[in-house]
C-alpha cells in the first residue's frame, strides 16, 4: 500500500517503465519513482546533476549529504552506476540518450504541452532541465496532482504560465486518472482507484476523450 497521492502517482508512473530504459526523474513526485520500479524490469534511474544508477531513497540512518539528487533529494546508489560533470549529464540529454523523461507540472493542456515553471519572483522553482529534457527524452511522462492546491485544474485547454517547451508529453498521471496524450486528442484511458469519471471531468479543464479499458 501506498502512503499518499503523490506516492500513488508515482506508482503508477512506474509501471510506464521498461526494462532496459534509461529515465530521467524530474523535481517531486518524479523522485519517488525510484522506489516503485517493478521488481519484473531493470531500469537506469539518472539524475541530470550527475548520476546514472539513482536507487531507492535511503533510510534516515542512510543519508549520505554528498549524494543527492538534482532536487538537493538525498538518494543512494545501485552497483555499477555511474559519476560524471553537468555538463556530460546534459549532453546524454540533448544527445537523445534518455529514453523516459517523468516531470512535474504545474499546468498540461489539452495538446499536452507542459508549463512547470512561472515568473520569477514567485515561490516556485525555474525552469531546470526542463526544456532540455522535453526535446530530448524519447518518452515523457507527467506527474501531478490533478487540481493545484486552490482546486484549480492542471489540465486545462490553453496553458496560462508560460509554456516550457513545445513538444506534447506522452502520458499524464494524477492522483485521478491517466491519459494518453495523442496527435489530435488528450485520450482519459485509466482512472485511478477510488475515483469517479464525473469527479475527473468536473475538475478537468481540457477536452479529453473517454476510453477507459473495461
Known amino acids: 500500500m501506498v502512503p499518499d497521492v503523490k506516492h500513488a502517482i508515482a506508482a503508477r508512473a512506474a509501471q510506464e ?20 520500479v517493478p521488481n519484473t524490469v531493470t531500469v537506469h534511474l539518472h539524475t541530470e546533476n550527475g548520476l546514472l544508477g539513482v536507487g531507492p ?38 544527445g537523445g540518450h ?39 527524452a524519447r518518452k515523457v511522462i507527467v506527474t501531478m496532482t490533478h487540481t ?20 506534447r508529453v506522452n502520458f499524464i498521471v494524477t492522483d485521478l486518472a491517466v491519459f494518453e496524450v495523442r496527435r489530435t486528442d488528450l485520450a482519459l484511458i485509466e482512472l485511478q482507484p477510488g475515483a469517479e469519471l464525473k469527479t475527473v471531468q468536473r475538475l478537468t479543464d481540457a477536452h479529453f476523450l473517454v476510453e477507459l479499458q473495461a
Open 148 to 167: 493545484a492546491q486552490d482546486g484549480t485544474p492542471k489540465l486545462v485547454k490553453r496553458c496560462t504560465l508560460p509554456v516550457t517547451a513545445e513538444r
Open 98 to 136: 534518455i529514453d523516459v523523461a517523468i516531470l512535474g507540472a504545474l499546468q498540461v493542456d489539452e495538446q499536452g504541452r507542459v508549463a512547470n515553471w512561472t515568473v520569477p519572483g514567485k515561490p516556485i522553482l525555474g525552469v531546470g532541465g526542463a526544456m532540455d529534457l522535453l526535446v530530448g
Open 57 to 94: 531513497s535511503p533510510s534516515q540512518e542512510d543519508v549520505d549529504p554528498d549524494l543527492i539528487n538534482a532536487g538537493k533529494v538525498p538518494v543512494t546508489e545501485v552497483v555499477g552506476s555511474s559519476f560524471f560533470s553537468s555538463a556530460d549529464s546534459f549532453a546524454m540529454i540533448r
Open 17 to 36: 517503465l521498461c526494462d532496459g530504459d534509461v529515465v530521467n526523474l524530474g523535481v517531486g513526485i518524479p523522485t519517488l519513482v525510484a522506489n516503485y
